[in-house]
């Protein structure tokens, strides 16, 4: 979608990658597709599907994630939702980074800013 391909860190494909376009000067899109269920992260989406709470499972990680999130003020998370990895992805909106809710919970806290699916033009 959106031309993304995943990011890769080694022998790990992440649950996300970059949009090469965007339709604003404002914000950079990610595609996003986290997992509740997920062996090395973990990942909660609020009853109300408002707010998705993250941080890996490895204690060791939890520091330099919270430092990557300082960096991703201007990115909006395209966001498909899955409990587990036998079921489908469903788009649930797009998630934004909340700082202040991060720094003071020492998890990573994106917010949902819409529940609309952007139309972002795909150049090759």
């Known amino acids: ?3 993304v391909k995943p990011l890769e860190r080694g022998y790990i494909v992440t649950a996300g990658g970059m949009v090469k376009t965007s339709i ?3 914000h950079r899109f990610m595609v996003w597709t986290p997992t509740s269920n997920n062996s090395s992260w973990k990942n909660v989406l609020s009853e109300n599907g408002s707010v998705i709470s993250e941080y890996p ?3 060791a990680d939890r520091f330099s994630n919270l430092e990557s999130a300082q960096e991703e003020q201007d990115i909006l998370r395209i966001t498909f939702w899955r ?3 036998s079921q489908e992805f469903t788009f649930i909106g797009v998630f934004k980074i909340d700082l202040e809710a991060t720094t003071v919970s020492g998890v990573c806290i994106y917010r949902r800013v819409s529940d609309l699916l952007p139309a972002i033009p795909y150049n090759d």
């Open 24 to 26: 604003d000067m404002a």
């Open 83 to 85: 409990e587990n990895p």
């Open 57 to 59: 499972l490895n204690e």
């Open 1 to 3: 979608m959106y031309g």
